[in-house]
């Protein structure tokens, strides 16, 4: 789970995912001290590959002659576990970083 870099406060499962999904803005509260918090680089990086994932599905069943609602199903599945897993990998930083 993500940890406050400023207070140290541990994030909960629900309110990691509620942060990171539910923001239109690039920062993050801490519940507990009420700083800015940003996602980290690695951790960017690490999300936006692992979001291409699903994409490159569907090139994959093509090639495998899998049914179309059958590779769209399955990238809906990655898709979905995907978001249910990324709090767990989530981290955060005191400054908003780029992505490369």
């Known amino acids: 789970m993500a ?3 400023n207070c140290g ?3 909960s499962y629900s309110t990691s ?19 800015k918090q940003y996602q980290s680089q690695q951790s960017l990086k690490r999300s936006s590959s692992l979001t ?8 994959i069943a ?8 059958t590779a769209y199903g ?13 709090p767990f990998t ?3 930083s005191n400054e908003e970083q780029p992505l490369w």
């Not at 291409?52 to 090139?59: F, K, N, R, V």
């Not at 093509?62 to 179309?68: T, V």
Request: with cysteine.
């Open 62 to 69: 093509w090639l495998l002659d899998l049914e179309i609602s």
């Open 90 to 92: 989530l981290e955060l």
């Open 17 to 35: 995912l509620k942060k990171t999904f539910l923001r239109f803005k690039r920062s993050m509260e801490c519940p507990n001290c009420g700083k």
């Open 3 to 5: 940890n406050c870099q």
């Open 52 to 59: 291409l994932i699903p994409l490159a599905l569907l090139p």
């Open 9 to 11: 406060y541990k994030w």
């Open 74 to 86: 399955l990238a809906g599945f990655l898709l979905l576990a995907f978001v249910l897993l990324h």
